[in-house]
Protein backbone atom coordinates (compact mmCIF):
# COMPACT_ATOMS: atom_id res chain seq x y z
CA UNK A 1 0.00 0.00 0.00
CA UNK A 2 1.45 3.50 -1.10
CA UNK A 3 0.71 6.67 1.15
CA UNK A 4 0.99 10.25 0.74
CA UNK A 5 1.81 12.08 3.46
CA UNK A 6 0.67 15.58 4.04
CA UNK A 7 -1.36 17.82 7.10
CA UNK A 8 -4.83 16.42 5.68
CA UNK A 9 -6.88 18.37 8.61
CA UNK A 10 -4.90 21.06 8.11
CA UNK A 11 -4.72 21.24 12.21
CA UNK A 12 -1.12 22.27 13.97
CA UNK A 13 -1.01 19.22 15.89
CA UNK A 14 -0.27 17.34 12.78
CA UNK A 15 2.32 19.42 11.94
CA UNK A 16 4.85 18.42 14.47
CA UNK A 17 3.80 15.04 13.65
CA UNK A 18 5.24 15.72 9.97
CA UNK A 19 8.28 17.58 11.28
CA UNK A 20 9.33 14.50 12.90
CA UNK A 21 8.59 12.68 9.80
CA UNK A 22 10.90 15.10 7.66
CA UNK A 23 13.43 14.74 10.29
CA UNK A 24 13.66 10.64 9.60
CA UNK A 25 13.47 11.68 5.73
CA UNK A 26 9.83 11.80 4.43
CA UNK A 27 9.46 15.54 3.94
CA UNK A 28 5.39 16.30 3.50
CA UNK A 29 4.28 15.17 0.42
CA UNK A 30 6.71 12.16 -0.05
CA UNK A 31 4.99 9.14 -1.29
CA UNK A 32 5.81 6.09 0.95
CA UNK A 33 5.85 2.31 -0.18
CA UNK A 34 5.90 -0.43 1.51
CA UNK A 35 4.22 0.42 4.94
CA UNK A 36 2.27 -1.60 7.89
CA UNK A 37 -0.91 -0.57 8.42
CA UNK A 38 -2.26 -0.94 12.14
CA UNK A 39 -6.11 -1.40 12.02
CA UNK A 40 -6.36 -0.45 15.52
CA UNK A 41 -5.12 3.37 16.09
CA UNK A 42 -5.58 3.97 11.76
CA UNK A 43 -1.73 4.58 11.59
CA UNK A 44 0.67 3.40 9.38
CA UNK A 45 4.31 2.61 10.30
CA UNK A 46 7.94 1.82 8.29
CA UNK A 47 11.39 2.02 8.89
CA UNK A 48 13.94 4.24 7.53
CA UNK A 49 17.11 4.75 8.06
CA UNK A 50 17.11 2.62 11.26
CA UNK A 51 14.48 5.74 12.56
CA UNK A 52 10.49 4.40 13.00
CA UNK A 53 8.01 6.86 11.49
CA UNK A 54 4.17 6.76 11.37
CA UNK A 55 1.14 9.47 10.51
CA UNK A 56 -2.01 8.86 11.07
CA UNK A 57 -4.68 7.83 7.93
CA UNK A 58 -6.96 11.05 7.61
CA UNK A 59 -4.92 13.53 9.52
CA UNK A 60 -1.41 13.38 8.51
CA UNK A 61 -1.58 10.96 5.80
CA UNK A 62 -3.51 10.18 2.56
CA UNK A 63 -4.10 6.67 0.76
CA UNK A 64 -2.23 7.48 -2.42
CA UNK A 65 -2.84 3.96 -4.16
CA UNK A 66 -3.46 0.44 -3.20
CA UNK A 67 -0.69 -1.29 -5.04
Not at 10 to 37: K, M, W
Not at 43 to 55: G, H, K, Q
Request: contains cysteine.
Amino acid sequence: MDIQIKNVTGHPSNDGCIFELQRAGFPEGTIVYDVRFDQRNKAFYWTSVNDNCVAYLNETCIIYKKS
